[in-house]
């Protein structure tokens, strides 16, 4: 058994703001390169194809969950940093829908996070761009197991990830994430 990094007791199919991070399989630099000078934070991200794919997935994200808004994101040669806000959903709260009654046989829970859950939404992501890549480049191990989260709690947080979000190409070369960092 794997033991969560999750917030114990936190739900997180409600509505807020994340802050998640994906990283690649043995952090191999898979989604391009970064090239120095470019812009005015020093560094801009040059997607390959493998990271173009990771961007166009991520963009989507909105079209396969209707609850779902993004911010800053941005796609580095091993991670994908990005801001997930979760809305109300308001399926929920149709006038004139029937209230269901109870089960006659007892609800069996599936494994895996639940439906509309921030949980959900990076699987649904990593899922998306793993099967693209595979799909058109017989690739396979893109992805590590998991992710990593922060729950944006307030309008100044939300604005300090974002510019970290923004700026992330011109701070690779100090990145503990960067195979070429020395050490």
């Known amino acids: 058994h794997r033991r969560s990094i999750r917030l114990p007791n936190y739900d997180y199919t409600q509505a807020g703001a994340y802050f998640v991070t994906l990283v690649t399989w043995r952090r191999d630099c898979l989604f391009g390169e970064v090239i120095n000078g470019e812009t005015p934070y020093g560094g801009k991200m040059i997607l390959n194809d493998f990271g173009q794919i990771a961007d166009k997935c991520w963009r989507a994200i909105p079209e396969h969950f209707p609850n779902v808004e993004l911010g800053a994101h941005v796609v580095i040669p091993n991670h994908v940093h990005g801001i997930i806000l979760i809305n109300e959903d308001n399926s929920r709260n149709i006038v004139g829908a029937t209230q269901c009654v109870a089960p006659t046989v007892p609800e069996i829970r599936p494994k895996g996070p639940k439906q509309k859950s921030l949980g959900s939404i990076i699987g649904s992501y990593k899922s998306a761009v793993s099967y693209k890549i595979n799909k058109q480049f017989n690739a396979t191990g893109i992805w590590q197991r998991n992710y990593h989260e ?17 700026s992330n190409p011109a701070l690779w070369a ?10």
């Open 150 to 166: 922060h729950i944006i709690r307030n309008d100044h947080e939300m604005g300090e990830i974002w510019k970290y979000i923004e």
């Open 174 to 183: 100090d990145d503990d994430e960067n195979p070429a960092k020395p050490q």
